[in-house]
């Protein structure tokens, strides 16, 4: 009999992913390292967002599977895995007229039975959840009266309270501005750090995945060519191959993580006089 026991964490094998007759992802195989923020970088329509549907349970495979602490998450009841994997959808909407206390309540609903009610402990993580994301003063105001970034805070407030061990985010900073965006990201870090949870992102801006994310896992055409730790994946040479993208790469003055700096067609050219000496 085998002594290994099964493999730990959110793995996706041979993983096929399409849309009715488009094929989005091709043959994944990917392992999300266990504690750690993972950031899922690529160029639009490469197939991060479908990724991550499929890892959530959102999108059914074509082929391959994938597995939570050796589970086929296929195989496992609704409710249990949502009381171990949560996800926030690209721009979730809540009802008209819901509070922010409401939405955070709503993450404890995997964590209901017909045997099992609100409880204290049900208070005290939904208290915990409007702290760690900073909402507590806009607790009774309704959602789609906040701002862009008090109302993604809110979201992730209620994927809080669900108390999830693993946390999937989709594209987390959309719409928001700097000063948010680096809110968002900065509580993201406060969760992993403080709580221990699994976090998979898609973000779109390559310089705070390498700034946020322990990890990288870049994608093209649907298949993943590179993953690793920032300083490994994010180089002058892959970011040409994978974004298409003439760029210097640097060492970022605040964080030390690689800092891309992209050429474009009006900066770094070589002067005319240059061309034609």
């Given at each position: 009999?085998?002594?290994?026991?099964?493999?730990?964490?959110?793995r996706?094998?041979g993983?096929?992913l399409?849309?009715?007759d488009?094929t989005?992802?091709?043959?994944?195989?990917?392992?999300?390292?266990?504690?750690?923020i993972?950031?899922v970088v690529?160029?639009n329509?490469c197939?991060?967002?479908?990724?991550?549907?499929?890892?959530?349970?959102?999108?059914?495979?074509?082929?391959?599977?994938v597995t939570?602490?050796?589970?086929?998450?296929?195989?496992l009841p609704t409710?249990?895995?949502?009381?171990?994997l949560?996800?926030?959808?690209?721009?979730?909407?809540?009802?008209e007229?819901?509070t922010?206390?409401?939405?955070?309540?709503?993450?404890?609903a995997?964590?209901?039975?017909?045997?099992?009610?609100w409880s204290?402990?049900?208070?005290e993580?939904?208290?915990a959840?409007?702290a760690a994301t900073g909402?507590?003063?806009?607790?009774?105001?309704?959602?789609?009266?906040?701002?862009?970034?008090q109302?993604?805070?809110a979201w992730?407030?209620m994927?809080?309270?669900q108390?999830?061990?693993?946390?999937?985010?989709?594209?987390?900073?959309t719409?928001?501005?700097?000063?948010?965006?680096?809110?968002?990201?900065?509580?993201?870090?406060?969760?992993?750090?403080?709580?221990?949870?699994?976090?998979?992102?898609?973000?779109?801006?390559?310089?705070q995945?390498?700034r946020?994310?322990d990890?990288?896992?870049?994608?093209?055409?649907?298949?993943?060519?590179?993953?690793g730790?920032?300083s490994?994946?994010?180089?002058?040479?892959?970011?040409?191959?994978?974004?298409?993208?003439?760029?210097?790469v640097?060492?970022?003055p605040?964080?030390?993580?690689p800092?891309v700096?992209p050429?474009?067609?009006?900066?770094?050219?070589?002067?005319?006089?240059d061309?034609t000496?």
């Amino acid at each position: 009999m085998s002594t290994h026991s099964p493999a730990r964490g959110l793995r996706a094998h041979g993983l096929h992913l399409a849309y009715e007759d488009r094929t989005v992802v091709r043959g994944i195989d990917l392992a999300v390292p266990p504690g750690r923020i993972t950031a899922v970088v690529g160029p639009n329509a490469c197939g991060k967002s479908t990724l991550l549907r499929a890892l959530a349970r959102l999108l059914a495979p074509r082929e391959g599977g994938v597995t939570l602490d050796g589970a086929e998450i296929r195989s496992l009841p609704t409710r249990e895995l949502a009381r171990r994997l949560g996800i926030l959808p690209q721009s979730p909407v809540a009802p008209e007229g819901l509070t922010v206390r409401d939405l955070v309540t709503r993450g404890r609903a995997p964590h209901q039975t017909w045997w099992r009610q609100w409880s204290a402990a049900d208070e005290e993580a939904v208290g915990a959840a409007l702290a760690a994301t900073g909402t507590e003063h806009l607790a009774e105001r309704p959602v789609d009266e906040l701002s862009g970034g008090q109302r993604q805070r809110a979201w992730i407030a209620m994927a809080v309270a669900q108390g999830t061990p693993v946390l999937l985010l989709d594209e987390p900073t959309t719409y928001l501005d700097l000063a948010h965006q680096i809110d968002v990201l900065d509580l993201v870090v406060d969760l992993n750090r403080e709580e221990g949870r699994t976090v998979v992102m898609v973000l779109h801006d390559l310089n705070q995945a390498c700034r946020y994310a322990d990890h990288l896992v870049a994608l093209k055409d649907g298949a993943v060519v590179a993953e690793g730790a920032p300083s490994e994946v994010v180089t002058a040479a892959s970011v040409a191959e994978i974004f298409g993208l003439s760029c210097e790469v640097t060492a970022d003055p605040v964080s030390a993580t690689p800092l891309v700096i992209p050429r474009g067609r009006h900066h770094g050219a070589v002067p005319v006089e240059d061309a034609t000496a």
